[in-house]
């Protein structure tokens, strides 16, 4: 038990993160309906896609991250492309993480935005030595962060369900009808914390697939208990980061969320770089850390951070070619793997290539939408 939670926690603070407080911005524009058919639909796929990504790594004896396994499956290509969608994936994830939490902090502590700067970069530094820490830091973290989090979750349930304006819940707008994807895409992804969690359950790798089963399910009734609270309580005045919007405990919560979430993918980045690049413990943690504050910095001169369309463009291209690469070396594992795996997700040609179309498109239309 003690494995599955602490496996879960790294897990779910990977998958609720940033995302999960711009998911009532993104579900009001289209709709909170609407919005839930994507969170289902897209918790579905994202969460086959995980166990697809799970099965791989059980089905080879070599340890790898995304990179190696995509390698080890599709060749130099899969490599490079996994790579390039992993990096441009986490690096938004913490890009985003730090917009919002310095807004998140600079409201929790001084009641203004004003200081939104500042507390990024006290942020990040503090994360950043705990990412140091790797697998320590996380372990301790992790658990205490996921209890917090369904907390704070029963509290806004209790304090908001008699303040829902049920016309908020049922306004529809169809023009807007693929306005939540990427935002709602990003807010499953959880690939690149696989590793973590198989190194937190050792040799009880058949707690891998529970894991993943559990953490989809819980997250996914979060983010539609968010949605419709948010939604049902604020209307056309959600903000872009749901929680500013509710008072201080529920700022805390994003605080929380985002603070696990950074932890969990700085450590997945440092680990890319040492495990499947080669680097050094040291230059895998500089490559981790130093990119995100630079870009926050540039954004921060020409006033050009925002935070719902960070999210939804590293959703629609990390997760839509992350998701497409898996689905691709699941394939080749199931033939080329050198290990009998705990647990085995039945494939289908025509269901890989109807997930495809569906990303592809999707993701186009996320890149035009934001452009």
């Not at 502590?109 to 503090?126: D, E, K, P, Q, R």
């Amino acid at each position: 038990m003690g494995k599955t939670f602490i496996g879960l926690a790294a897990l779910l603070g990977t998958i609720v993160g940033a995302g999960f407080l711009g998911i009532p911005y993104v579900v009001m524009q289209s709709g909170f309906l609407i919005g839930v058919a994507h969170l289902v639909l897209i918790a579905c796929i994202i969460g086959l896609t995980t166990l697809y990504m799970g099965e791989v790594m059980l089905r080879t004896k070599e340890k790898h991250h995304l990179v190696g396994y995509a390698e080890r499956y599709l060749g130099k290509k899969g490599k490079m492309l996994m790579l390039v969608s992993l990096l441009f994936g986490l690096y938004s994830a913490l890009l985003a993480y730090l917009v919002a939490e310095g807004q998140s902090l600079s409201q929790l502590l001084f009641n203004t935005s004003s200081y939104s700067f500042a507390s990024s970069v006290v942020f990040w530094a503090f994360l950043s030595l705990l990412t140091y820490e790797g697998m320590k830091a996380l372990k301790k973290g992790e658990a205490i962060g996921l209890i917090l989090m369904f907390v704070l979750i029963i509290s806004l349930s209790v304090f908001f369900s008699n303040k829902i304006n049920i016309d908020n819940i049922t306004y529809l707008n169809t023009h807007n009808f693929l306005a939540p994807f990427g935002v709602i895409v990003f807010s499953f992804l959880g690939f690149s914390s696989l590793a973590s969690v198989e190194e937190i359950i050792g040799n009880d790798k058949r707690l891998l697939k529970r894991i993943i089963i559990l953490a989809y399910i819980l997250s996914l009734v979060m983010y539609i208990i968010f949605a419709f609270l948010v939604i049902g309580f604020k209307g056309q005045n959600t903000p872009q980061l749901a929680t500013l919007a509710l008072g201080k405990p529920f700022i805390l919560l994003g605080v929380i969320t985002m603070f696990n979430s950074y932890l969990a993918l700085s450590i997945a980045l440092t680990q890319t770089f040492h495990l499947d690049l080669k680097k050094k413990k040291t230059a895998s943690w500089i490559y981790s850390i130093i990119i995100p504050i630079i870009a926050l910095s540039v954004l921060e001169m020409i006033h050009a951070a925002s935070f719902v369309d960070i999210i939804g463009l590293g959703g629609v291209l990390s997760g839509s070619i992350g998701a497409i690469l898996i689905i691709l070396m699941v394939k080749n594992a199931k033939k080329e793997g050198n290990r009998k795996p705990e647990y085995s997700i039945p494939y289908s040609d025509l269901v890989t290539w109807i997930l495809i179309v569906l990303f592809a498109f999707a993701g186009i239309a996320e890149i035009i939408k934001i452009v």
